[in-house]
């Protein structure tokens, strides 16, 4: 009898998160999901950096337009603008786009001082681009703090965002995008800038082993004004 209720106990301290746990999860990825549809389309001004070690590229003001449900455009005042496809999730929207997913409480995190409740997304579509997406949620103000979405074409990239005046419309003030540009294929005709004293590399020595990272400083928002579609053409 006593063996039996010792594996009865180890059994249960190691079993995977119950059905309610995951009933919680999906509830509270759809609580951000109605707070985020509050804004059925935007467009923003803001500042982007580029940080990538072969790339010489300047803080650049960008325009950023937005429409639901999935219509997302970045344009930058000259330059290049050095983000993975999938990276349009620097577009908190596009992260819940749909209701095609799996969610699985994965415990908590402390993300920029903040306690969040960690949820791994799992899309149900076979043709889904992301293979997986953990999200690190303000549970108390239903913000998304950080993602992590690991892509069948485009590697593993990390979203992270602060939150200020914005917050209540789940628009974030800043974004820092980080990537490995080892999984990233570079977009075609981009001519990449290198210091004068270097060779040129080759596409593989370009990307290996290289870490991108793009922050975008949001200046200001107009939501629900309206888009034409013809901005995102």
Do not use: W
């Not at 496809?85 to 994965?106: H, Q, R």
């Amino acid at each position: 009898m006593q063996k039996i209720i010792i594996l009865l106990l180890l059994t249960t301290h190691y079993s995977l998160p119950s059905p309610v746990s995951a009933q919680d999860a999906t509830a509270l990825v759809m609580k951000v999901k109605a707070k985020l549809d509050q804004v059925s389309d935007y467009e923003a001004d803001g500042k982007m950096k580029t940080n990538v070690a072969f790339i010489k590229a300047p803080i650049g003001k960008v325009k950023i337009f937005y429409k639901k449900p999935n219509k997302f455009r970045l344009k930058k005042d000259g330059g290049i603008s050095l983000l993975p496809k999938g990276g349009v999730s620097v577009n908190m929207n596009s992260l819940v786009t749909t209701d095609e997913f799996v969610a699985l409480a994965a415990g908590e995190a402390v993300v920029g001082g903040v306690k969040t409740t960690v949820v791994k997304m799992l899309p149900t579509n076979e043709n889904s681009e992301v293979a997986l997406t953990t999200m690190y949620i303000d549970e108390a103000n239903l913000l998304i703090k950080k993602a992590v979405s690991t892509t069948k074409e485009n590697g593993t990239y990390e979203v992270e965002m602060s939150y200020g005046k914005f917050a209540s419309f789940g628009l974030p003030d800043k974004v820092i995008f980080s990537f490995n540009t080892k999984n990233y294929k570079l977009p075609k005709g981009l001519t990449l800038e290198f210091e004068d004293n270097e060779k040129p590399l080759t596409e593989e020595q370009k990307l290996r082993n290289k870490k991108g990272r793009v922050e975008i400083t949001y200046t200001s928002y107009a939501i629900n004004k309206g888009i034409a579609d013809a901005v995102f053409k």
